[in-house]
Every structure is written in structure tokens, then in C-alpha cells.
T-cell receptor, first 113, second 115 residues
Framework: DADVTQTPRNRITKTGKRIMLECSQT?????MYWYRQDPGLGLRLIYY???????NKGEISDGYSVSRQAQAKFSLSLESAIPNQTALYFC????????????FGSGTRLTVV | AQKVTQAQTEISVVEKEDVTLDCVYE???????LFWYKQPPSGELVFLIR??????QNEISGRYSWNFQKSTSSFNFTITASQVVDSAVYFC????????????FGKGTMLLVSP
């Protein structure tokens, strides 16, 4: 099994629908992140969580919300999806310890029509 | 604030050519980590290297090599004798070592290697 699992892998949804992207990890890392990738823009940080009770907005949080249900689970919600939220979404984890490594999920390709 | 600049949007080379991907970074921290990731057409992110700010030794891994120069805030990536399978988007990223840092990416360089 993958260390960081994102579900679904692909999703097509309609404008105005609420959608949740889920991320779970088996790394035992305390920190989790959601990034969005658009062509030519790299990966931009949406939200991040340094532990279960800590949630922080990233660079592009408008239109998104998150929930850290447990140390291993971090969900991203689009409350009312719009077409310009069509993108590739990545979940990542890291350890707040001395080892500054990041583990990424395989990505969720979201299309809003 | 931390920032990563990859000025080359797209590079095209012919197989067996050497190619260098540039990465320039900005940070106020003295301790930080630099990364390179590869994103093949399948879309997943493949970790290539992590380098901390105190280790300026260049690194070579097979056909890949990295040149870290603190004096110019650069962490460039060279592929020697490129192959078609090297075609991908390559991202440089930076994470400061302070407690509340996150990973900041450059916009990526698309490398196309043709036969």
C-alpha cells in the first residue's frame, strides 16, 4: 500500500457541487498538506496542518476548506465547485522532526464542468 | 518569505545532449532544504534529491548531478546524455528549517527529449 493515499484518483463534477478529496497516510507523520497544481504555475499550497488541532491557510485557500479527522487523515473540500478549480491536487506529509522530507500522494485529477 | 524561481519554462533537446535546469531561491533563513522532483506524464511526483544548506558538495547520481552554490542562491540540476525517458516536468522546491515552514515550489521546467 502507498504511504500516502489519495481518493479519488480522478473525479469529474458539476459546477456548484460540493466535493471532498481525501488523504490518508501510514507514515506516522504529524504534518499534512494540500497542494494544487495548474500548468505553468507549479504547486501552490492550499492548506496545511501541523497536528490534529492545527489548521492553517496557505497561499490559495479561498473556495476550499479542510478537516483533519485524525493524525492520519486530512480531507480537502470544495464547498461549491467552480470550473477554475479544475486542477491536479496533491496531498503531502512531513515529519516535524529533524528529517525534512516530504511524501506525496499520487494526486487527484479534478475536473469541474 | 521563501521563493523559488525556475526561469526556464520549457527546454527541448535531442537525445544524448546534456541539459541543465536552473533553480534560484530566496530565503532569509540560514538553515534550509532544497529539493528536486520529477513529474513524468503520468502525473506523480518523483523525489530526486534533498540537500541541506550546510552541505555545498555537488552530488552525482548516475546521469544526474546537482550544483549547489550558496553564493548565487542556486541549485542547478544537470542531466548528462539525456534520454527520452527524461522527458518530464522538473520542480525545484525549498523548505526553511524553522518550525513553521512549508515546502515552496518553483513553477517547473518542462523538459522534452526527442529521439
Amino acid at each position: 500500500d502507498a504511504d500516502v493515499t489519495q481518493t479519488p484518483r480522478n473525479r469529474i463534477t458539476k459546477t456548484g457541487k460540493r466535493i471532498m478529496l481525501e488523504c490518508s497516510q501510514t507514515k506516522g507523520h504529524d504534518r499534512m498538506y494540500w497542494y494544487r497544481q495548474d500548468p505553468g504555475l507549479g504547486l501552490r499550497l492550499i492548506y496545511y496542518s501541523f497536528d490534529v488541532k492545527d489548521i492553517n491557510k496557505g497561499e490559495i485557500s479561498d473556495g476550499y476548506s479542510v478537516s483533519r479527522q485524525a493524525q492520519a487523515k486530512f480531507s480537502l473540500s470544495l464547498e461549491s465547485a467552480i470550473p477554475n478549480q479544475t486542477a491536479l491536487y496533491f496531498c503531502a506529509t512531513s515529519d516535524s522532526g529533524r528529517y525534512y522530507g516530504y511524501t506525496f500522494g499520487s494526486g487527484t485529477r479534478l475536473t469541474v464542468v | 518569505a521563501q521563493k523559488v524561481t525556475q526561469a526556464q519554462t520549457e527546454i527541448s533537446v535531442v537525445e544524448k545532449e546534456d541539459v541543465t535546469l536552473d533553480c534560484v531561491y530566496e530565503t532569509r533563513d540560514t538553515t534550509y532544504y532544497l529539493f528536486w522532483y520529477k513529474q513524468p506524464p503520468s502525473g506523480e511526483l518523483v523525489f530526486l534529491i534533498r540537500r541541506n544548506s550546510f552541505d555545498e558538495q555537488n552530488e552525482i547520481s548516475g546521469r544526474y548531478s546537482w550544483n549547489f552554490q550558496k553564493s548565487t542562491s542556486s541549485f542547478n540540476f544537470t542531466i548528462t546524455a539525456s534520454q527520452v525517458v527524461d522527458s518530464a516536468v522538473y520542480f525545484c522546491a525549498l523548505s526553511e528549517a524553522s518550525g513553521y515552514s512549508t515546502l515552496t515550489f518553483g513553477k517547473g521546467t518542462m523538459l522534452l527529449v526527442s529521439p
